[in-house]
Antibody, heavy 120, light 110 residues
Framework: QLQLQESGPGLVKPSETLSLTCTVS??????????WGWIRQPPGKGLEWSGS???????YYTPSLKSRVSISVDTAKNQFSLQLTSVTASDTAVYYC????????????WGQGTMVTVSS | QSVLTQPPSASGTPGQRVTISCSGG????????VNWYHQLPGSAPQLLIY???RRPSGVPDRFSGSRSGTSASLVIRGLQSEDEAEYYC???????????FGSGTKVTVL
């Protein structure tokens, strides 16, 4: 059974870079069938897709973050990562990593989420 | 403000049928499949419906999805107390070139 676990700092200063890692267990990140994504949820608000990646390296990013976001895969560590540059308070959110079995954007397995606060 | 509009709330008594709507446009629901998620308080979202009307393994057949034009619907039949959660629709948007979530609907079991 595939499981995902987010890790990274819970506090990031404004203008700095937010970096999160999602570790995949119970399966290989290199499967051609899967897409891996990051979704965030600001406190008390709805879900926002940040971006997705296929193990081949093809990436998809939400237009509102496209200039600041980067997602990459490390097949050796069975991990994928999110980097968000020049963060502001509006980037404060619970960040979830997730994967898809059924189609590229139907996220059926999720990590538990990690809260990231942007504050000085 | 999301391009996929959902009613903020819906409710029903145990055993009732509840329908949640998701209104979009030609660039999202009108031309792409719809996914539905629910999120219990303090938990990660869970996929309920993918490709508009298909259920992942393990999701009860009480949940069903459909689409008509630029709107989609999620139906919960035989409402149960554990269905009390936030429900989100989602779809790819060709104009935005991104995956968008609906605004969310809070379902309350009376």
């Amino acid at each position: 059974q595939l499981q995902l676990q987010e890790s990274g700092p819970g506090l990031v200063k404004p203008s700095e870079t937010l970096s999160l890692t999602c570790t995949v267990s119970g399966g290989s990140i290199s499967s051609s069938s899967y897409y891996w994504g990051w979704i965030r949820q600001p406190p008390g608000k709805g879900l926002e897709w940040s971006g997705s990646i296929h193990y081949s390296g093809r990436t998809y990013y939400t237009p509102s973050l496209k200039s600041r976001v980067s997602i990459s895969v490390d097949t050796a560590k069975n991990q994928f990562s999110l980097q968000l540059t020049s963060v502001t308070a509006s980037d404060t959110a619970v960040y979830y990593c997730a994967m898809t079995h059924y189609d590229p954007f139907a996220f059926d397995i999720w990590g538990q989420g990690t809260m990231v606060t942007v504050s000085s | 403000q999301s391009v996929l509009t959902q009613p903020p709330s819906a409710s029903g008594t145990p055993g009732q049928r509840v329908t949640i709507s998701c209104s979009g446009g030609s660039s999202n629901i009108g031309s792409n499949t719809v996914n539905w998620y629910h999120q219990l308080p303090g938990s990660a979202p869970q996929l309920l419906i993918y490709s508009t009307n298909r259920r992942p393994s393990g999701v009860p057949d009480r949940f069903s999805g459909s689409r008509s034009g630029t709107s989609a619907s999620l139906v919960i039949r035989g409402l149960q107390s554990e269905d009390e959660a936030e429900y989100y629709c989602a779809a790819w948007d060709d104009s935005l070139n991104g995956y968008v979530f609906g605004s969310g609907t809070k379902v309350t079991v009376l």
